[in-house]
């Protein structure tokens, strides 16, 4: 009877039903959570002075692009095996509470050597100041990583919806201080950012303590007690090279051109960020779909499953891309009344390269599948280093345009060669015993 009921609910409940459920209401719920920080935003723009306004989006700017890479290995590496022993059915569970704390210490580690580096330049004002502005960037990136963390948790165990209204609950904790300073509350920008601060921080607590409490006992596996490790430092390092790849074009543009190619540059990532919307859902999808079992223990289904997406995805994304290109020097120029030209040509050239981020999405994910760490932030650090010397040239060169096509043409490249590397690679070895993953308790 046990046998004929599981086989009834495997049919009703196909995991491509799964996934796709799990796909919208990381959309719908992602976008919500969008909508909720562009929000805080205008309320912001309009409650604070020109000073406070600046400080408070440099301290969340800084806070979003460490919190990308700081612990970003190893968010990756516990949401990998855990859905790697979801689908397995394991029981023996491993530490939430670990992958917490290894989080917490990394970005202070972080946090610790920005403080000295700005204390050896003299850059941020005083001392207190450098202090504060650290501490509270450091605070908000504590918080919104591992909520993320909590995230990839629930995305593992395919509860796509209860992970995204914890994104969500993040977005309306950002709005709160904004209320306050449209209000007249509060009008000072480190206040504005303590209080942020903050309330990302309550909801981090309140969403990871009962996972790390219910782990509390469990062993802490091969990357130690800090969560710290080879792997998790491996993948570290790609997210750092791949967070790279979009911030670092946008820094040469505003160290070696003028205002208005940066905010050409900088309309352009506006819009291509709208092209890429449904991009955040789609990987949290694949993240969990590449780390089941059936796609871990079988090198034909990683090939297989990489040549059916290319083939899908290529004449529709083609369509939608060939005509946001088409439509872009109609529409561009109604949007910014002419004022930025540049932005149309950079637009077409990033909305290439926006292509291939979707033709070849599974390709990073099939690389950490195949615990192919090492090479992935090799590969992409490389490319990284390439790309920079080579913008400073085209920009010297070119200008901005000329930045814009290096960027567009070395993330094509490093995406084209992941697809190569998997479909050109062998079948890994089997894995030993040892290797098998310290599992984490629901």
């Keep these: 009877m046990r046998d004929i009921l599981t086989t009834l609910r495997s049919r009703l409940f196909r995991a491509g039903d799964t996934f796709k459920r799990g796909f919208l209401s990381t959309f719908v719920l992602n976008m919500a959570a969008r909508g909720l920080s562009a929000i805080a935003l205008v309320l912001l723009v309009r409650g604070l002075g020109v000073d406070a306004f600046a400080y408070v989006v440099l301290s969340l700017t800084v806070g979003q692009f460490a919190q990308s890479f700081a612990a970003g290995g190893i968010r990756m590496r516990y949401m990998r095996e855990e859905a790697e022993r979801v689908s397995r059915g394991l029981k023996e569970p491993s530490s939430f509470l670990i992958a917490v704390v290894g989080s917490t ?30 501490g509270l960037a450091a605070l908000y990136t504590v918080g919104h990583a591992n909520t993320e963390l909590a995230m990839y948790h629930y995305q593992a165990h395919l509860a796509f919806t209860k992970a995204g209204l914890w994104g969500v609950a993040r977005g309306a904790a950002g709005c709160l201080p904004a209320v306050a300073a449209i209000l007249g509350l509060i009008s000072s920008g480190p206040v504005v950012m303590l209080w942020t601060a903050l309330g990302t921080v309550v909801v981090a607590v309140v969403v990871c303590a009962p996972l790390a409490w219910a782990t509390r006992r469990s062993r802490y596996g091969v990357e130690g007690r800090l969560g710290w490790g080879a792997e ?20 040469l543009v505003a160290a070696l051109l003028d205002d208005t190619a940066v905010a050409s540059f900088g309309a352009a990532m506006r819009y291509i960020s709208i092209v890429l919307g449904p991009v955040a859902a789609l990987m949290a999808v694949l993240r969990v779909r590449t780390s089941q079992h059936d796609v871990v223990d079988s090198h034909s289904t990683q090939i297989t499953m990489l040549l059916r997406w290319i ?33 149309v040509t950079i637009f077409q050239l990033l909305v290439i390269d926006a292509f291939f ?72 070895a089997a894995r030993p015993q040892s290797r098998e993953p310290a599992l984490i308790a629901e």
């Design 105 to 134: 210490t990394q970005i202070a580690a972080a946090a610790a050597l920005a403080l000295l580096g700005a204390t050896i330049l003299g850059v941020g004002g005083s001392g207190a100041d450098r202090t504060i502005f650290v």
């Design 232 to 251: 998790s430092n491996w993948l570290t390092l790609f997210f750092i090279a791949s967070s790279g790849f979009f911030y670092s074009s946008m820094f």
């Design 311 to 343: 083939k899908q995805t290529s004449l529709p994304t083609a369509a939608v891309v060939g005509a946001m290109a088409a439509l872009a020097p109609i529409l561009i120029p109604v949007i910014d009344a002419g004022r930025y030209p540049d932005s």
């Design 357 to 428: 981020v979707y033709v070849t999405m599974p390709a990073p994910n099939l690389m950490i599948t195949q615990r192919r760490y090492r090479v992935l932030a090799l590969l992409f650090m490389l490319f990284l280093g390439v790309q920079t010397a080579a913008s400073v040239f085209a920009g010297n060169a070119w200008g901005v345009i000329g930045i814009a096509a290096v960027a567009a043409g070395f993330g094509i490249a490093s995406r084209v060669a992941l697809v190569g590397m998997i479909l050109w690679s062998r079948a890994p």
